[in-house]
């Protein structure tokens, strides 16, 4: 049996991937490319390889677009799936506010069609990356799963609305079981530096940003304000080691195959740094090599997120182990590597 990775080139897909294959699983994989690189096929199989021999039959890859339904009914066909990991889907905030249609069309439809194979192919297990970006303002800090939800853009209310049709599913069918999984803000890099996050065009998200620096494409950081009501009075996030959060999704799949029915849980590690934290910590592991100046706030951003992670602790048994440094550090190496810096 399989474990199906919708968007398994990407970051936190290439991630899960490495971890399921290395714990003995095997992986079946469908990407569009539309935001990785298909020599990330490579490199998960390089480093998979290191524990454990990988054939075709334990891991492969088809490209293509997971709204195209003769490919995903040819990908349950061809494969034994008995569980499905749902990474695929656009994710820029800003982007998505440009381009709602593009965001609905892709997010929605590609989960549908998706869902309509895991029907037609009887198999109910699923694990959903949905965000921290459904709780919009939250009233208090930390967020516990159970707070109001409520998307202030489009990318967030596709994820919104895929938990609402996730929930329809499950009430139409009870033998289903649905993780949906709230990441906070996944940074960090595998620690081999072959596999990392690296976006097409100037990042949005800080840390790509702070790599970037750190290495010399770009010249200083804008830090989004320094007014707000923090310890050093900039914004406060929960980031989360990507291993960490890959490793999180063996332990939900685990809980799926128990038929757990259909379950939320916030995936962070429940303390939240700040934006000077996070670029304290990088330059201590690059060497002083981020320069900022503070810039006026972004729209939309909120002062302080960070999750509560009781429920993960207690059902999935699992915590985030890695430290903030740890962070920093496979970041900017495998950033070094992409550059050749070293
Ligand atoms: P990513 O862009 O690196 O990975 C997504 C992958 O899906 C890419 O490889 C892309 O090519 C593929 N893809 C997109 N649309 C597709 C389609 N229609 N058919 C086939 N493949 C398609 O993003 P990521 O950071 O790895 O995020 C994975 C998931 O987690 C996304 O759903 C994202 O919204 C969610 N998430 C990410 C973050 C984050 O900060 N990275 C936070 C919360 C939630
Ligand atoms: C973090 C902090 C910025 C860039 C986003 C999505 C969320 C989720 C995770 C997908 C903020 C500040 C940033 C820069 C800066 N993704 N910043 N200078 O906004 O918490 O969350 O990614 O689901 O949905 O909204 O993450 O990394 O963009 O920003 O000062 O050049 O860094 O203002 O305070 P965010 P981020």
């Known amino acids: 049996m399989s474990v199906l990775l919708t968007g398994g080139l990407g ?89 709602p249609l593009e965001y609905y069309d892709n997010n929605i439809n590609s989960t549908l069609s998706l869902l309509k194979a895991m029907n037609k192919f009887k198999v109910k297990n699923l694990v959903f990356s949905s965000s921290a970006t459904v709780y919009g303002q939250a009233k208090s800090m930390p967020i516990y799963e159970d707070f109001e939800v409520g998307a202030t853009n489009p990318y967030g209310r596709t994820k919104l609305f895929i938990e609402e049709i996730l929930k329809d599913a499950y009430a139409a069918d009870s033998t289903l079981n649905i993780a949906i999984l709230r990441y906070f803000n996944p940074i960090g890099a595998h620690d081999s530096g072959l596999i990392g996050e690296d976006p097409n065009g100037i990042p949005n998200n800080l ?20 007014d707000y009501n923090t310890h050093d009075g900039t914004a ?61 706030r972004r729209p939309g951003d909120v002062d302080i997120c960070y999750a509560n992670v009781d429920k993960a602790k207690k059902e999935l048994g699992w915590t985030a182990k890695r430290n903030l440094k740890n962070m920093c550090k496979t970041s900017y190496n495998f950033e070094c590597k992409k550059s050749k810096l070293k």
């Open 236 to 296: 406060v996030r929960d980031y989360i080691h990507v291993v960490d959060l890959a490793k999180g999704h063996l332990k939900a799949l685990k809980k799926l195959r128990k038929n757990c029915g259909l379950q939320i849980y916030n995936l962070g590690t429940g303390v939240g740094y700040s934006v000077l934290d996070l670029v304290n910590a990088y330059n201590s592991v690059c060497g002083n090599k981020v320069k900022y100046i503070f810039a006026p």
């Open 11 to 99: 970051y936190i897909g290439s991630h899960t991937a490495v971890e399921l294959l290395q714990s003995g699983e095997d992986v079946v994989v469908i990407d569009n490319l539309s935001n990785s690189n298909i020599k990330t096929k490579t490199n998960i199989k390089k480093i998979a390889s290191e524990k454990r021999k990988i054939s075709a039959k334990n891991f492969k890859v088809y490209i293509g677009d997971l709204r195209d339904t003769n490919l995903v009914e040819k990908i349950f066909t061809e494969n034994k799936i008995d569980s499905v990991i749902h990474f695929a889907g656009l994710k820029a905030v800003g982007e998505s506010v440009k381009k």
């Open 207 to 226: 840390m790509p940003y702070i790599s970037r620096v750190a290495t010399g494409r770009y010249d200083h950081l804008n830090i989004f304000g320094n």
